[in-house]
């Protein structure tokens, strides 16, 4: 039996900068993951180039049962942090649109500085071993051979199964009596079925649209695919949507109210198709569902206004989404009420700590689950 100050179980972005934190600090920590790399997420972030975090981070940009649950990890560990980080190791970054932050080069190499921090902090990194049964006595934490006073649950969400994502979070949570709020998929393309399945005709074709579920509105590209909709606004407002619930979106986010009667007076003989500033596929769809064929000039005002109102506010009713395999992150997860604010301990069961995808803080699209992971993994780190 090995003895450890901290057991940290998954070493994926949350578990290996939270292992790092607290070994640098003199704990003696063990890191166990299943897989046989750490960081297997990380790699297949930002198309191979890891987006990394979002300088607009802040708690309104994440999801919770208690909204203000992440406001204490985040305001302690920001996006600045990370960045001096990067830069420590020479890793170029750039800003893409919406304060997104990705490496120049590769994704692996915040995976090689992040095995690089846990190396200075002597942590022992066991790969490619099912950590098996975790037991508690003693006021010691038993895992796989080792044990210790304290376990840092860092397994994720069951978003992206391929790369080893299982519900072990949750099961452990609820073995020590921890609630769990439902998990569900989120930033995941959304399926269509009915009269919404016409639109699969479209494949392929994107176009930049505000998407609406609820309160949520989001300014980015939409995507038509075979089996629904996707893209960044589309995964934007997945993880607010329920089932039963509207994806609305405005088709003409720059146009000005009473843009198609001006354009009727401009180009009275244009068909509505040629002067939808659309692709050519999407207008010639869209068009056609509205049903007004034939020149503008011969339409009414009336017609006009309903097809432009309907153009500001079309409604999509998905029958699901692409489910967990699609997912970029689950929404859900351990429940915040267990868990201190502070120090991401759970108020129940000293010693056990939850942190990263496997808590229910869920960010939006574009590094902000990334520096969710970062602050909430540097709280439990100074904590330990």
């Known amino acids: 039996m090995s003895d450890f100050d901290a057991i940290v179980l998954g070493a994926g972005a949350a578990g290996l900068f939270c292992a790092a934190t607290a070994g640098q600090r003199g704990k003696r920590?063990?890191?166990?993951?299943?897989?046989?790399?750490?960081?297997?997420?990380?790699?297949?972030?930002?198309?191979?180039?890891?987006?990394?975090?979002?300088?607009?981070?802040?708690?309104?940009?994440?999801?919770?049962?208690?909204?203000?649950?992440?406001?204490?990890?985040?305001?302690?560990?920001?996006?600045?942090?990370?960045i001096k980080l990067v830069e420590s190791y020479g890793i170029a970054w750039h800003e893409k649109t919406l304060g997104q932050l990705f490496c120049d080069h590769s994704a692996k190499q915040i995976v090689a500085m992040l095995l690089d921090e846990c190396a200075k902090g002597s942590v022992t990194l066991r790969l490619g071993g099912e950590a098996g049964a975790v037991e508690h006595r003693d006021g010691q934490f038993h895992v796989a051979g080792a044990r210790a006073p304290a376990l840092v649950i860092a397994t994720g969400g069951p978003s992206i199964p391929k790369l080893g994502a299982t519900q072990f979070a949750y099961e452990l949570a609820r073995q020590f009596g921890l609630k769990v709020?439902?998990?569900?998929?989120?930033?995941?393309?959304?399926?269509?079925?009915?009269?919404?399945?016409?639109?699969?005709?479209l494949s392929g074709v994107a176009t930049d649209v505000v998407a609406r579920c609820g309160k949520a509105a989001f300014r980015e590209a939409a995507l038509f695919t075979h089996r629904g909709l996707s893209g960044p606004a589309i995964l934007q407002v997945s993880s607010y949507w329920q089932r039963g619930d509207d994806v609305r979106i405005d088709y003409l986010p720059d146009q000005p109210q009473g843009w198609l009667l001006d354009a009727k007076r401009a180009q009275p003989?244009?068909?509505?198709?040629?002067?939808?500033?659309?692709?050519?596929?999407?207008?010639?769809?869209?068009?056609?569902?509205?049903?007004?064929?034939?020149?503008?000039?011969?339409?009414?005002?009336?017609?006009?206004?309903?097809?432009?109102?309907?153009?500001?506010?079309?409604?999509?009713?998905?029958?699901?989404?692409?489910?967990?395999?699609?997912?970029?992150?689950?929404?859900?997860?351990?429940?915040?009420a267990e868990l201190s604010s502070q120090t991401m301990e759970a108020k129940k069961v000293p010693g056990l700590y939850a942190i990263g995808e496997a808590v229910d803080v869920t960010g939006w699209l574009g590094g902000y689950n990334f520096q969710w992971a970062w602050a909430s993994a540097h709280a439990a780190g100074s904590a330990l």
């Open 269 to 336: 003989r244009s068909a509505l198709r040629r002067v939808l500033p659309l692709p050519e596929r999407l207008a010639t769809t869209l068009a056609e569902r509205l049903g007004v064929a034939g020149e503008l000039g011969i339409q009414s005002d009336k017609a006009l206004r309903a097809a432009e109102e309907r153009l500001r506010d079309w409604h999509f009713s998905p029958n699901g989404s692409e489910g967990f395999a699609k997912a970029e992150v689950t929404a859900g997860g351990i429940s915040t």
């Open 29 to 82: 920590v063990l890191l166990l993951d299943h897989n046989a790399e750490a960081g297997r997420k990380i790699l297949i972030s930002g198309g191979g180039r890891c987006n990394f975090t979002n300088v607009h981070t802040a708690p309104d940009r994440y999801l919770s049962a208690n909204p203000h649950f992440a406001k204490s990890a985040l305001a302690r560990y920001t996006p600045t942090d990370f």
């Open 181 to 201: 709020v439902q998990p569900r998929p989120a930033l995941v393309p959304l399926t269509l079925s009915g009269e919404d399945a016409l639109f699969a005709e």
